[in-house]
Each structure stands twice: as C-alpha cells, then as structure tokens.
C-alpha cells in the first residue's frame, strides 16, 4: 500500500516497509521502516532530537537520525568539561516534534 504525506514540510512517501523522507528537496532518509508504521510515526522518528541539559538548562541538541556510534557519550564528556561538571551531571532526553494542528492532552 502506497502512502504520501506532506507534514511540517516533510514529504514522505511509503510503499509497504520502504520509506523516502525529503524536505525543500534534500533527502533526509531512505530505508526499510516497519509496514504498520503510518506517516505520523515516521515523521517522529525522522525528527526526533538527542538533547542534552545541565540542571533544566538546555546545553545542545542534535538530530537523533545523524547521531553515529560514541557521539552521544563524547558530547557528555566535552560538555561535562566544558561546564565544569560531571558527566553524571548531564542529562539526555528525547525530544519528538509536534505535528502542526496535533492535540496537546
């Protein structure tokens, strides 16, 4: 079953478990997703955000699909040394974006 849909200016298109995800042209991913997946679910996994924070104040983020092997223990690490802190110190959470006109509860 063939599925587009345009959500926050991402274009998606699914056939069965291949997906293409592309925004103002740029291909942001291509690859195998789960077939129950709908183009909600795909657009949160595509946008989600690694973010880190020192007592509630946000340090950085990043793109969760763009994160590569150790990235995230070495961000811990240089922000730790950077705020003079402890690793332990560093909090990450998981950020999804909202989809425009989405109910908050």
Do not use: H
Not at 43 to 55: C, G
Not at 61 to 82: C, H, M, P, V, W
Request: hydrophobic share 30%; net charge positive; glycine share 6%.
């Amino acid at each position: 079953m063939e599925q587009f849909k345009i959500i926050n200016g991402y274009k998606i298109y699914k056939s069965g478990t291949w997906c293409e995800v592309t925004k103002n042209g740029d291909k942001i991913y291509n690859g195998n997703v789960e077939e129950s997946m709908t183009p909600e679910q795909i657009y949160r996994e595509v946008t989600k955000e690694v973010v880190f924070s020192l007592r509630g104040k946000e340090l950085m983020s990043y793109d969760y699909i763009s994160e590569f092997a150790g990235e995230r223990e070495n961000t811990i690490k240089l922000l730790a040394q950077e705020n003079k802190c402890s690793k332990k110190d560093i909090e990450i959470k998981i950020r999804q974006q909202k989809i425009k006109n989405e109910r908050t509860r």
